[in-house]
């Protein structure tokens, strides 16, 4: 097996003794490989070894990968801030986009969805731990944003994503994801339909599980550290 193959292994394991763990079915967990900065060829290695969701943070190094990649039957996750001038490019790309923060992008995202693809599947990117620098909607005004992008017509709001402060306390790592969990509830009892919780990466990934994930996204563990700079 190639390095990455069985990294892929040992994280699909976790994954499963997480949601074990936690009295969940682990069919209920999908695993979203993070392949910002790293190339094409890894991508293809990780989707030979049955990957097929993969997820980008940068609009014009993953639109070369995406070309490179066509080929392949990959689902295409965007999971990176969102610059009004890159909706376009994100709403013909990518199926899922997990950190829509704001009505602007929102409705730029539905405007700009082409009619022949399916709607683009959106999360709110919710700033759970109320970070000065952090993307993200804050706690207090996620319900509002979540009821008007749910009545666009070219997304389907599907659910919640935050990446919370890092901790390496396994039980403070749970409390954001708990967070976001109680605050995804809140709106399914005001009248939204909201079936995904996208949280945990690396390092928090059985703690997110824990507390009801049901998209784990990670990177490191899988393709190995990061070199920035590569990127964009
Ligand atoms: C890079 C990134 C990840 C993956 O993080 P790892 O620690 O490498 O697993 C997950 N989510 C978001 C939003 C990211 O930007």
């Known amino acids: 097996m ?31 490989a993070v392949s910002k900065t790293f190339a094409a060829g890894m ?27 066509q080929d392949l039957e990959i689902e295409w996750h965007y999971i990176g801030p969102v610059q009004s001038n890159k909706t376009r490019a994100i709403a013909e790309n ?35 731990s109320r970070e000065k620098t952090k993307s993200g909607v804050l706690p207090n005004e996620a319900s509002a944003l979540a009821h008007a992008t749910a009545k666009l017509p070219g997304l ?9 402060a890092p901790s390496n306390d396994p039980v403070a790592q749970r409390r954001p994801f708990a967070q976001l969990r109680k605050l995804r509830d809140d709106l399914n009892r005001q009248g939204l339909e909201l ?16 507390e009801g994930a049901t998209i784990v996204r990670i990177g490191t563990a899988i393709f190995g550290a990061r070199n920035y700079g590569a990127e964009k």
């Open 2 to 32: 190639t390095t990455i193959a069985s990294n892929l292994q040992a994280v699909r394991n976790m994954v499963t003794a997480a949601a074990i763990e936690a009295g969940r079915n682990p069919g209920e967990v999908m695993l979203l």
């Open 43 to 69: 991508v293809r290695e990780a989707y030979h070894a049955g990957q097929t969701c993969f997820a980008e943070s940068y609009v014009q190094e993953a639109l070369g990968k995406i070309a490179a990649l």
């Open 94 to 128: 990518f199926a899922w986009v997990h950190s829509v923060d704001r009505l602007k992008v929102a409705e730029r995202l539905s405007e700009q969805r082409p009619a022949h693809l399916p709607p683009l599947q959106v999360c709110l990117q919710v700033n759970i």
């Open 156 to 164: 389907t709001l599907r659910g919640l994503m935050a990446v919370p």
């Open 195 to 210: 079936d995904t919780l996208s949280m945990g990466m690396s390092h928090d990934s059985p703690a997110a599980i824990a």
